[in-house]
């Protein structure tokens, strides 16, 4: 199943090609920890060539007509909706998401290529009366320059789509870095922009160790702008490097989405719904919900329909039809969930299901569904983003009390509630501290509709309209007729 070799170069100025130093690093597939190719890894000297590169492309790309672009994004869209197949193989051999969710989430990219590819030709600017008869105000939407795309493996080409489409719409040219794990379905990617006709060193791609590549990108005056997609902690780091030469970042960090089931809502339908949000992608989603408040009424329904849906979830290789939950990403990943575990025991809450790794498979990073009940709002994993398949279930009386829970983590990202009241929904979704809510629903994440946080969770928007305006710059023009 896992034969096949998965290589990838770096691509700089419409290339291919090796490291200029040679080195590379190991593919690992996750669900049975065999070596299934090797990776490029860029260096300085690497990421120096490849701004430069995105540099003199961006001359010329802002000059080609809106129109010109958006017919070449529409076109690198229906290639990627063609070949779903083959590149959601790939993201599932190389990070190990089920198959059916690795063709959605490409087929969630082109979708949001496609949307860009409208947005390109509708860039707007605004005219305002002058202060004379002579005078005139107009602003112009400008491209901010070439950007550089640093993205998580948890949705490798969904992300990487997120930052190029609005980019190249708005006229920037792109220095991309993907983690080093799901580059080849994000060089896949790629290939569809350039057989659409994106011309050399508009897109370039780097893989490798982030921290040479990072400082590299960071230290140029030549990329304007940092878009970044990953930890809180990472986050922060590229913010303060961003000082020295003044570009302009956009933060999608972490999450700790709360999900709040007041007493009038369907406690089945809310658990049936709410476990397969929680273990989608093995929980490894930064809008993944995390914390459950469930009303004191509710309580014996929801567990029960929970922990009976999360049951029935197999376990396997994603290639395999009739698997719901891979592996995790990695061995760090796998490590970390087991020490969030054994704290959210000592915390005195109630283990329902799940909590080990499983007897088979019997290798790869696979660690049980698991959910906790009763879990004090003292324990790690109320606070600590779980980033796995860990459910921690708790329950409330009042609205007050269960908001000022939910708003307590540091983090803004995503936050749901269920209801049949209009009014308990929409005072929810007001009085929660998020950058989106989902009512009855986990779908917080479409091509037209802004996707982003608040608090330490980020800032920025990525998708939707707000997603193009991240890469315009806006000039004054002020006139004076003669
Ligand atoms: P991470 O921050 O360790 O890694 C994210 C990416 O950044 C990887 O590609 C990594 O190689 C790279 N990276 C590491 N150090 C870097 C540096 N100094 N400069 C530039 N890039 C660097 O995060 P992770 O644990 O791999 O990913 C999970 C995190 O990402 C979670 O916190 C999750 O919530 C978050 N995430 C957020 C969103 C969002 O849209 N808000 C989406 C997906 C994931």
Redesign the pocket.
């Known amino acids: 199943m896992t034969t096949e070799q998965l290589s990838t170069g770096l691509l700089i100025d419409g290339c291919w090609r090796p490291a200029a130093d040679g080195a590379t690093m190991a593919v690992i597939d996750p669900a049975t920890e065999e070596r299934i190719g090797m990776i490029a890894q860029a260096g300085r000297a690497d990421t120096e060539a490849a701004i430069a590169a995105a540099a003199r492309a961006f001359e010329s790309w802002r000059s080609v007509p809106a129109w010109e672009r958006s017919k070449i994004l529409r076109k690198a869209a229906s290639l990627l909706a063609e070949r779903v197949d083959r590149v959601a193989r790939r993201m599932t051999l190389e990070i190990g998401k089920p198959l059916a969710q690795s063709r959605a989430e490409v087929l969630a990219a082109a979708e949001t290529i496609d949307w860009y590819a409208d947005e390109a030709r509708r860039i707007y600017g605004e005219t305002l009366p002058g202060r004379s008869t002579r005078q005139r105000f107009v602003t112009l939407r400008e491209p901010v320059g070439p950007v550089a795309a ?6 490798p080409v969904v ?1 990487q789509a997120r930052k190029i489409a609005p980019a190249l719409a708005a006229g920037c040219t792109v220095v991309c ?4 794990e799901g580059t080849g379905a994000v060089a896949m990617l790629i290939g569809c922009f350039l057989d659409a006709g994106v011309p050399a060193g508009v897109i370039n791609m780097l893989t490798g ?3 040479e ?3 590299a ?2 230290d140029s005056e030549l990329i304007r702008k940092v878009s ?8 922060q ?2 913010i303060r490097r961003s000082a020295d030469t003044v570009k302009r970042i956009s933060m ?4 700790h989405a709360p999900v709040i089931v007041h007493e009038d809502a369907d406690p089945v339908l809310a658990a049936k719904a709410s476990a397969v949000a929680k273990f989608r992608n093995n929980g ?4 993944s919900p995390t914390r459950f408040y469930v009303h004191e009424k509710l309580r014996a329904a929801f567990t029960d329909a929970f922990v009976d849906a999360v049951k029935a979830m197999r376990l396997g290789h994603g290639l395999e039809p009739e698997t719901d939950i891979g592996p995790l ?1 990695n061995r760090r ?1 796998l490590e970390a969930v087991e020490r969030m575990v054994e704290d959210t025991k000592a915390s005195g809450a109630a283990l329902l299901c799940g909590g080990r790794r499983p007897a088979s498979p019997n290798r790869g990073f696979f660690f049980e569904p698991t959910v906790f009940g009763d879990v004090p709002d003292s324990a790690r994993v109320m606070h600590d ?1 779980p ?1 796995g398949p860990i459910a921690a279930l708790s329950t409330f009386q009042s609205f007050e009390d269960v908001i000022a829970r939910a708003n307590g983590p540091s983090y803004g ?1 995503a936050g749901y509630v269920f209801t049949a009241s209009l009014g308990r929904a929409q005072r929810t979704a007001e009085a929660l501290k998020v950058g989106m809510v989902g009512v009855n629903s986990f779908a917080v994440a479409t091509a037209e509709m802004p ?3 608040v608090k330490h ?2 800032f920025g928007r ?1 998708n939707g309209a707000e997603g193009l305006r991240d890469y315009l710059d806006v000039k004054f023009v002020s006139i004076e007729l003669p």
């Open positions: 640093f993205t998580a493996w948890n949705f992300l870095r993907p983690a080093e160790v982030p921290g590549i990072a400082e990108v960071m970044f997609t990953g930890s809180i902690p990472v986050g780091h590229l999608e960090l972490g999450g490894q989603v930064c809008v990403i990943r983003e980033f990202l996707f982003g946080g969770s980020g990525e």
